[in-house]
């Protein structure tokens, strides 16, 4: 099955400063790659989401990155703000004709962004 | 729309005792997915359904649990007989399943179960 690894596990930034996390898979036919924002107390919520055919996608702050060949994708958070401390969860999915849209998860990245 | 929606959101019970999580998914999805997450573990897959239908359920930790999905509105987590071991925070999700879909999924707030 699919094995997602994703790093650092926890990630303290400064207000403003750019904020990187990575996360590999092992499964070649996966081909949509959500991350996920959760906040204390609430359920994990999608933030952005790429497929296999586009190499990188920009949501105003938030990018994410995806190299095929490698098996590794990224999520980058610009000018970073307190707001934006959270748990960030990646994820790896090949999509509803096989599996129903099952998604693996990573282990999560506590961001924390000092004021 | 109101989201997935979970109920009940604190559970604390004692061992031995039945539980059972209720989730209502967002009109419309076809896919429906439980899931566990505590400190040592993270957020585990329990079991997931397509169209009602459960497609896998390898998630799922022990005999005692058990879940079901009687229609598209309305699914079920039970956990008969509970122990200590079984408390964390269960979430369930749904997806839509439309032509492109991204299949993201959609969280409900999630149950915080004790079992004491």
């Known amino acids: 099955g699919e094995n997602v690894e994703q790093h650092p596990s926890t990630l303290s930034v400064q207000e403003g400063d750019s904020a990187v996390i990575k996360c590999t898979y092992s499964d070649s036919a996966s081909n949509y790659f959500p991350w996920y924002k959760q906040e204390l107390g609430k359920g994990p919520q999608l933030i952005i989401d790429?497929?296999?055919?586009?190499g990188e996608k920009k949501d105003q702050r938030i990018a994410v990155t995806l190299n095929k060949t490698a098996k590794h994708f990224s999520l980058h958070i610009t000018e970073t703000q307190p707001e934006d401390s959270a748990v960030y969860f990646c994820?790896?999915?090949?999509?509803?004709?096989?599996?129903?849209?099952?998604?693996?998860f990573g282990d999560g990245t506590t961001l924390t962004v000092k004021p | 729309d109101a989201g997935v929606i979970q109920s009940p959101r604190h559970e604390v019970t004692e061992m031995g005792q039945e539980v059972t999580l209720r989730c209502k998914p967002i009109s419309g999805h076809n896919s429906l997915f439980w899931y566990r997450q505590t400190m040592m573990r993270g957020l585990e897959l329990l079991i997931y359904f397509n169209n009602n239908v459960p497609i896998d359920d390898s998630g799922m930790p022990e005999d005692r649990f058990s879940a079901k999905m009687p229609n598209a509105s309305f699914s079920t987590l039970k956990i008969q007989p509970s122990e200590p071991r079984d408390s964390a925070v269960y979430f369930c999700?749904?997806?839509?399943?439309?032509?492109?879909?991204?299949?993201?999924?959609?969280f409900g707030p999630g149950t915080r179960l004790t079992v004491t």
């Open positions: 790429i497929r296999s055919n586009v």
């Open positions: 994820a790896a999915s090949r999509g509803v004709r096989t599996n129903a849209g099952k998604s693996t």
């Open positions: 999700a749904s997806s839509p399943r439309t032509s492109g879909s991204s299949y993201e999924q959609y």
